[in-house]
Structure formats: C-alpha cells, structure tokens
C-alpha cells in the first residue's frame, strides 16, 4: 500500500461512549453500521486508553500529545474534574501547541465542529483566549462548554447537584433568622433593632444573589452555541444542534475538498440529557441511550457519505474514539441513562479502572491501511497528535516533553509492539494507577495504588455523589493492588507475593518509573484552581447587553433524517 503526502483527516469523538457500545466492540443490543463499517474497513485497538477518565483534561491529552497534568489541566478537587462555567478564567493554555496548529501549518484547512469544553476567556469577556481560533482551528462552530443536563429547562441539573441542594438549605436558614427576629420583637419578649433584623435580611439576600446568580441561570450562562467568535444563539435550542451540527460538518468538507484538511467533529452523543431526533425515539433496543447511539451512528455514516461522494474516502484518515468510558451513575429511576463499558470495571471519572478509561479506537485509511486489522496492544489517545504530525508532515515541538507515540508503524503492520513501555493513569490531579507493558513478552501489568470507594459497596459506581472521588473517599493501597490484565482484563483477580512469584520485581519497576516519570513534571499554573474555576460575571459570553444575554441568529434549514 501507498501513503498518499497529506491526507486529508477525519477524527470522530464522542462523549462519555462506553467501549461496549458498539457492535464491533461486542454489542448486540444497539445498532452500528456505519461505525462497524470503519471498523471492517480499517485497523481496531482493542486497548486504546483516554489518558484521564473526564472529558476536559482528556481531550486537553487530545489536543496535545502530553497528560494533561503538564498542562495545568487537572483538578486537586473532587467539585471541579472538568471546566464547570463558560465565564471561569481556566482553560486550554496559549502556550500549548495543539495538532491542529501543527496541521495549520502544513498547510491544512482546519475545522472543529462540536463541543470543545477547553475554555474560552482569560481576562476579558472577548477576549477568548483559550478559544478553538486561537488553538489552531481556522473555523469552529459548536458549542464552547458541553451539552449537560441544565441545558433542558424540565431536566434535573447536573452541575454540582448536590452543592446546589445544600446552598438552598443554607439560604433558607439565613432566610429564617430575620423573621425568628420578629418573634421576640412583637410579641414584646425584648426589643430587637430594626437594624438588626434588616443586616440579616440583606445578608441572606446577598447570600442567596452571589450563587443564584451563576447557578440559577446554568442553561443560559453554559448552553451557547458559537460560530468562530460570535455567540449564535443564547441559550442554545438543544434539540437542534445536532443536526446544525451535522449539517456545519457537511459544508466544511465542501468548502475544503479541493485542500488537505482536518475536519474535528466533537460530539455532544452520548452526554446525558440524551436529546435524539424524534424519528430516533424508540428505535433501539437499548431505551433512550442506545436511541442516541444509533443516531451518532447514523451522523457518522452521513460524513462517511460525504467523503464517498466527493471522492475522498481513499486519500482520508478516519479516526474513531471517545474522550473518556461510559457514565454509570446517571439514572432515570432505575434506568440506567449512561453507557456501557462491556467486561471492564468502572468508569467515567474512575481514576484507573478499565472502564473509564478504555475507549474504541478505529483507524480507516483505505489506500494505506488493511482492512479488519485488530491491535491489542496499549496505545493512547495521546498518541493521535505525533501521529497526526507524521502523516501530515509536520515537525513535533522539541521544547516539551511529548507523552504519545507515532502509531503508523504498528497501523501499517511494520511494528508488532506498542512503543508505550509504561502509562500513568490520573485522577485529577493525583497518580492513581500505573500500567506496565513488558517490552520482552505481550504481558501487562496493572498497579493501583489508589481505588474509589463505590456507594452502596458492590454496586461498581459512586451513586451517592454521581462521580467518584479522587482523594478522601478513597482507598489506599500498600502494596498496591497488581492484576495482570493480559491474562484478567475484568482486573477480578489481585496478584500477592503470594501466588505471583514476580510481584516484588514488577513493584519495584513500576516505582522505578513513577520516580522517572515525576521528574519530567515542571510546576505550571494550575487552570483549574478556585480562582479559575468560579464564575466571573465579566468573563461571561453575553449576546446582547449583559446580564440580558439571548439571541437566535441560526436558520432552521437541517439535514434529513432517515
């Protein structure tokens, strides 16, 4: 096979998809053929990891080629995992070199469609410095946080529910004391100042003002949809975006066809609220999550459609994953509304567990690469941007240390061993599991030293708090828990001294290479620190006059469905 010079790119991401999700991953209660379709027609990754189990310092990894720890990208908190409000200060850092700048200056036209969720200002309302334009893309349309719960007036909210909870308790208790005040005062117990009882009154409006003000209006602060700079509509008609989405995709590849380009096309499927076309509704065996699959699925093949029509399949690198695994904990009652992370254990938000962090990974290339190819070796979602680099001939940046590896050797078939030796598995900010693939044998090992604590224990998910913590609520392991999952992949059976001769030795190395490995990391302001990540109303994207923000400048023309 040939390898064409510049190829055009395609990368395909979904949110919070669960590596069981689709039929070429083992699931025969949902309907993929388009993504099956990549699948048979190009090489799969049966161990392609997300290097963080959230979604904004996972696609931070991403964009980057480095964890996202070296970014600043990771939360010491258990609040704030991921970016929480468009008008927070943390984001994406200017001085990071994304592979769409890379790409940009090779010459490609670059475009992101979709959900970016790397931030958006720094210091001033407009002055969107963390903004897609500013990371490399020559033309973003889609939705500059993410799509959430609180973007559906009748939806239960999902950003910091349960600080939400105790915040309205707390109001209602200040709330209290003034009008408790006027017991005493009118029943004549003892004379209380009118001063008093009107500092406390104030107190518990000031109160009740400094966070209703942010989280009273969640959907109309974080649910916008922009075209390159300009905010389109405010707040966002959630049913529709999809489809606009769907149909910006299709006019990017008509306007670029005759130039190499990078099309990025972000996903809101499968985030929970789970909004689906109405013709969607009940067409899949699985309720409403399988429903958003099969029209992701569908969206995909009308892009794979799009390539076949402008004659562009065979000089195109389709690349499929998602940013993180499935989500376990959101529930419908005692429906379950996230993915499904097939035999492997946890998910999204679970430090290292398999679930949360083992995503699909498909490559088509039909000129270069063969067709039903299966990998089984470790690679990284990191490993996209060095790859991205050498097809695309640019020169990665020599001043920082790149975490992944140029993955066309093992694609192509000349390498059979994965070049990743160890990789670090992140929770926020702390270290919680490390993998070690021995360059001498196909054996992994896997050392957590750190594991969630599941609520109710045995239920596998945090149904308490709606996402595990990293620290506190947390289990310490010492010596930590070793599984080798090349033979225990469900990482069911914990290896000791005891029934694993080579335990203290593979220990021993994998410490070894966590002292190595935390000498590569340089202190960096950190983008999700209190500050950062609180709302600032001057930092707010506002159509119109803030704090009278709204605005439909969209038309209504959308793609057909099937």
């Known amino acids: 096979m040939t390898r064409n010079a510049r190829p055009n790119i395609v990368l395909l991401m979904a949110d919070d998809l669960g590596v069981g999700d689709l039929c070429c991953y083992g699931n025969n209660s949902v309907s993929t053929p388009n993504i099956d379709r990549l699948a048979n027609e190009g090489v799969r990754l049966t161990q392609h990891l997300a290097a963080a189990s959230m979604c904004t310092p996972s696609r931070a990894a991403f964009l980057t080629g480095r964890y996202p720890i070296r970014s600043g990208m990771v939360s010491p908190y258990n609040l704030n995992r991921a970016l929480t409000w468009l008008g927070g200060s943390g984001g994406l850092p200017t001085n990071e070199t994304t592979f769409a700048k890379l790409l940009q200056h090779r010459g490609y036209r670059t475009g992101l469609i979709g959900k970016w969720h790397l931030g958006l200002s720094c210091a001033s309302r407009n002055?969107?410095?963390?903004h897609p334009l500013n990371h490399g893309f020559h033309y973003f349309y889609g939705v500059p946080f993410g799509l959430l719960s609180d973007c559906q007036a009748s939806k239960t909210p999902e950003l910091h529910r349960w600080l939400r909870i105790k915040l309205w308790i707390s109001t209602v208790a200040i709330a209290l004391v003034p009008f408790l005040l006027l017991i005493p005062k009118f029943a004549r117990w003892f004379s209380v100042p009118w001063k008093v009882i009107f500092v406390f009154a104030l107190l518990a409006f000031l109160f009740f003002t400094s966070w209703y003000s942010s989280y009273g209006f969640t959907r109309r602060w974080n649910c916008i949809l922009m075209r390159n700079h300009e905010i389109i509509q405010q707040p966002m008609k959630e049913e529709k975006v999809a489809s606009l989405m769907l149909k910006e995709a299709l006019a990017f590849i008509e306007r670029v066809k005759r130039e190499p380009f990078l099309l990025f096309f972000s996903f809101l499927h499968v985030h929970t609220p789970l909004i689906s076309k109405e013709k969607f509704v009940g067409h899949s065996k699985y309720g409403r999550y399988g429903d958003n699959v099969e029209e992701m699925d569908w969206m995909v093949g009308k892009i794979l459609d799009a390539l076949d029509r402008e004659c562009?399949?065979?000089?195109?690198?389709?690349?499929?994953?998602?940013?993180?695994?499935?989500?376990?904990?959101?529930?419908?009652?005692?429906?379950?509304?996230?993915?499904w992370n097939g035999i492997y254990k946890g998910g999204k938000g679970m430090g290292g567990w398999e679930g949360g962090i083992r995503v699909p990974g498909i490559f088509r290339w039909p000129s270069v690469l063969e067709a039903g190819r299966v990998i089984n070796e470790p690679t990284s979602l990191m490993d996209i941007y060095p790859t991205l680099s050498y097809i695309g001939g640019g020169i990665l940046p020599q001043d920082r240390v790149i975490d992944g590896r140029n993955l066309m050797p093992l694609l192509e078939g000349r390498a059979s061993h994965s070049h990743h030796e160890f990789l670090f598995h992140y929770c926020g900010g702390y270290l919680h599991t490390v993998r070690w693939h021995q360059k001498d044998c196909a054996t992994v090992w896997k050392a957590h030293y750190v594991t969630p604590k599941f609520y109710p224990d045995g239920t596998g998910a945090c149904y308490g708090s709606g996402i595990c913590s990293c620290s506190g609520d947390v289990t310490y392991h010492d010596p930590p828990l070793l599984f080798d999952i090349s033979r225990d992949p469900l990482e069911a059976l914990p290896l000791n001294p005891d029934n694993e001769p080579l335990f203290d030795s593979v220990i021993k190395k994998m410490e070894a290479a966590i002292k190595e490995h935390r000498r590569t990391l340089t202190p960096v302001p950190q983008q999700f620190s209190v500050f950062n990540t609180i709302w600032k109303p001057w930092l707010q994207p506002c159509c119109g006059t803030f704090p009278f923000c709204g605005c439909d400048k969209e038309d209504d023309i959308l793609p057909t469905a099937p």
Not at 127 to 130: E, F, K, S, T, V
Not at 313 to 338: C, I, K
């Open 312 to 339: 562009l399949a065979n000089n195109t690198l389709v690349y499929f994953t998602s940013d993180n695994g499935g989500h376990l904990e959101p529930l419908d009652g005692a429906v379950q509304l996230g993915g």
């Open 127 to 130: 002055d969107h410095c963390y």
